[in-house]
């Protein structure tokens, strides 16, 4: 909507006054965003906390989250080059909290829903109320924490350990590539029971060599092969068991562009062809 005095469109998000948890992540929000400014990252434009009433105003996202154009949805599908572009940007965005700015974030709830985009498909990382702030100068140390996020999105290390790195980002992340590559959700109870966890079976397609059978039906014959060999093994990068063995978002980022330039040269190769 429209608030008088502010010219761009803005989105509104009323929090429930009686919540203590959500009362936290009101601050947590406030906290970060206000110290925080990048192209993909969503804009907090102002807040509200007067006669019991939390609201956060942010910049609007024309085309909702990333999750609305790959599934359950009657939206067209994104290209693969679009999807490409919008992970690099995601990508480039989380880097910058893990090292770009002045303090150490780490978000702890990174998924399809919480990458939004603008109208020219801009990608922007988004909902910072779980995520924990440190020094920079703790980069990779870990931070000792209840446990937060999203079933099928979370670091299993973390789970088992509670303790908490930007990892933990990374794999779920990772969660998020596969979920753009095969188009459907994290977590599928619907499905048998190997495939319910995409994290899994993910890892089952890479070991069988049958990603190409798994990948959504819209892409099919439209990726080109070392792009997709390139992009497969990112995210298989980010999902590894071992946090230390996970790349870092610069790395992912970096790899990303590669692949999406992969994709370019066989793109202009098929027309001089």
């Given at each position: ?124 990382v988004s909902d910072f109320g ?119 978002m610069n790395d992912v980022a ?20």
């Open positions: 909507g429209f608030i008088k005095g502010i010219k761009c469109e803005v989105a509104i998000k009323r929090l429930k006054s009686e919540s203590q948890q959500g009362t936290r992540e009101f601050w947590t929000e406030i906290q970060l965003l206000s110290q925080l400014r990048y192209v993909n990252l969503v804009s907090l434009i102002g807040y509200c906390n007067d006669n019991n009433e939390k609201i956060l105003v942010y910049e609007y996202m024309t085309n909702g989250t990333l999750r609305d154009h790959l599934y359950n949805t009657e939206k067209a599908p994104l290209t693969w080059k679009q999807r490409l572009e919008i992970c690099i940007g995601a990508a480039r965005g989380l880097d910058y909290l893990h090292s770009g700015a002045v303090h150490r974030v780490i978000h702890r709830d990174i998924k399809s829903t919480n990458i939004l985009l603008d109208e020219e498909y801009v990608a922007k779980l995520s924990k702030m440190s020094r920079i100068s703790m980069t990779n140390n870990p931070i000792r924490t209840v446990v937060k996020g999203t079933f099928g999105y979370m670091d299993p290390e973390y789970y088992r350990r509670q303790q908490l790195t930007e990892k933990s980002d990374v794999y779920s992340f990772g969660v998020v590539l596969f979920e753009v590559l095969f188009a459907r959700p994290a977590v599928d109870s619907k499905l048998e029971y190997s495939q319910i966890s995409l994290a899994n079976w993910a890892r089952k397609c890479i070991g069988n060599e049958s990603i190409d059978e798994s990948i959504d039906s819209f892409l099919k014959g439209k990726i080109s092969l070392n792009c997709l060999r390139t992009y497969v093994k990112i995210a298989e990068n980010c999902i590894h068991e071992n946090g230390c063995e996970r790349p870092s970096r790899r990303l562009e590669f692949a999406l330039q992969l994709q370019e040269i066989e793109n202009v190769e098929q027309v001089c062809q």
